[in-house]
């Protein structure tokens, strides 16, 4: 029998990568699709040759398998359901992003997966790459001295339909967690306040707001500023962003596709009036896969080292507040204490 015998809840778009990956696991079984749709999960087993059982009810699979471990690839609205259910069961669970539709789901789903001494943790695939791996390196190793300004652009125009097009604070709630959480991630702060001015622009496609600025305060000191719009057709950035942070002694520069990189002061034997700087690249580090697969790798070996996985939701919490904490400030006008 597999260690790790897999409920897969939800089998959208996104459930094909996180089958995929426990198709190619020799420790791991698929022993049932679950979806309200039962359609879809027919459509799920007979692209990946599957034979499991196929249910429309997350507690029925639980009841009738022998599963130890969820993947809950659901919409955010049914996160909370799915994920309750399990860690009820005695399943780990490993899930996609946000955590849930509002922040008491989240901390509930969080202290009931600590209570049960279970494993839940969430996707944050997007710390998962060779370039931000290494764009941290020059943080940490001190580059550019201790970082003040911490700043992000995303600006691209995705045509999903569907529940995003839908939803009140598309770009807020759906997708600027990746953002925050890879801000959390460089710096290693957590955010103490934000103000957020939240908006949909002319030429939008969504219902709800799909653009916004954010400006928090950081545990370390320094002022992470968000702009983005997931209606901004032209000139896109990367999906990862486009980062500039500076510092003490320069400026790390990444734009999500190409490496990074700094921009460090030249020392002179007297102050000019601009100071020359020389460029300094990365060491490179990161030896692991990247993006899905280098996030379920690690959330794997937590399960198997007995510890919190890097993405537990314990820390994803830190990013959650980030994200709910920036909608109440845009429904308030005002800045925003933020507590966990």
């Known amino acids: 029998m597999s260690p790790y015998r897999i409920i897969v809840a939800g089998c959208g778009g996104m459930a094909r990568t996180w089958v995929r990956y426990a198709l190619e696991r020799q420790d791991?079984?698929?022993?049932?699709?679950?979806?309200?749709?039962?359609?879809?999960?027919?459509?799920?087993?007979?692209?990946?040759?599957?034979?499991?059982?196929?249910?429309?009810?997350?507690?029925?699979?639980l009841q009738q398998t022998d599963a130890n471990l969820v993947f809950d690839v659901t919409i955010p609205a049914s996160r909370v359901q799915v994920v309750s259910a399990a860690l009820g069961h005695g399943c780990h669970v490993m899930s996609e992003k946000p955590m849930g539709s509002t922040m008491e789901e989240?901390?509930?789903?969080?202290?009931?997966?600590?209570e049960r001494g279970l494993q839940y943790a969430v996707m944050q695939n997007r710390r998962y790459l060779k370039d931000i791996r290494d764009f941290r390196s020059l943080l940490s190793d001190g580059t550019i001295g201790r970082p003040g300004f911490?700043?992000?652009?995303?600006?691209?125009?995705?045509?999903?339909?569907?529940?995003?097009?839908?939803?009140e604070s598309p770009l807020v709630l759906d997708m600027a967690?990746?953002?925050?959480?890879?801000?959390?991630?460089?710096?290693?702060?957590?955010?103490?306040?934000?103000?957020?001015?939240?908006?949909?622009?002319?030429?939008?496609?969504?219902?709800?707001?799909?653009?916004?600025v954010c400006i928090f305060e950081m545990s370390d000191g320094s002022v992470f500023c968000y702009r983005g719009s997931w209606c901004a057709e032209g000139a896109p950035t990367s999906w990862e962003a486009d980062w500039r942070i500076t510092g003490e002694r320069g400026t790390a520069l990444w734009d999500g596709r190409s490496a990074p990189y700094c921009e460090v002061i030249e020392p002179a034997e007297e102050?000019?009036?601009?100071?020359?700087?020389?460029?300094?690249?990365?060491?490179?580090?990161?030896?692991?896969?990247?993006?899905h697969f280098?996030?379920?790798?690690?959330?794997?070996?937590a399960l198997a080292e007995?510890?919190?996985?890097?993405?537990?939701?314990?820390?994803?919490?830190?990013?959650?507040?980030?994200?709910?904490?920036?909608?109440?400030?845009?429904?308030?006008?005002?800045?925003?204490?933020?507590?966990?």
Not at 154 to 164: D, V
């Open 28 to 61: 791991a079984e698929i022993v049932a699709l679950v979806d309200l749709f039962e359609e879809s999960a027919r459509r799920m087993a007979e692209e990946f040759g599957l034979t499991c059982p196929i249910y429309t009810d997350i507690t029925q699979a």
């Open 106 to 114: 989240a901390r509930a789903m969080a202290r009931l997966a600590e």
């Open 150 to 167: 911490v700043n992000a652009d995303f600006f691209l125009g995705p045509h999903f339909g569907g529940f995003r097009d839908a939803m």
């Open 177 to 212: 967690i990746h953002t925050f959480d890879q801000a959390r991630f460089l710096t290693g702060a957590h955010a103490l306040s934000v103000y957020c001015h939240e908006f949909n622009p002319p030429g939008s496609w969504y219902q709800g707001n799909a653009a916004a």
């Open 271 to 291: 102050q000019p009036f601009l100071n020359a700087c020389r460029r300094v690249e990365p060491r490179e580090s990161w030896q692991g896969r990247e993006h």
């Open 294 to 301: 280098g996030c379920l790798d690690e959330m794997f070996l």
């Open 306 to 340: 007995g510890r919190p996985a890097e993405t537990a939701s314990s820390d994803n919490l830190h990013s959650m507040a980030m994200v709910f904490g920036a909608l109440e400030s845009a429904a308030k006008g005002r800045k925003i204490v933020l507590g966990q």
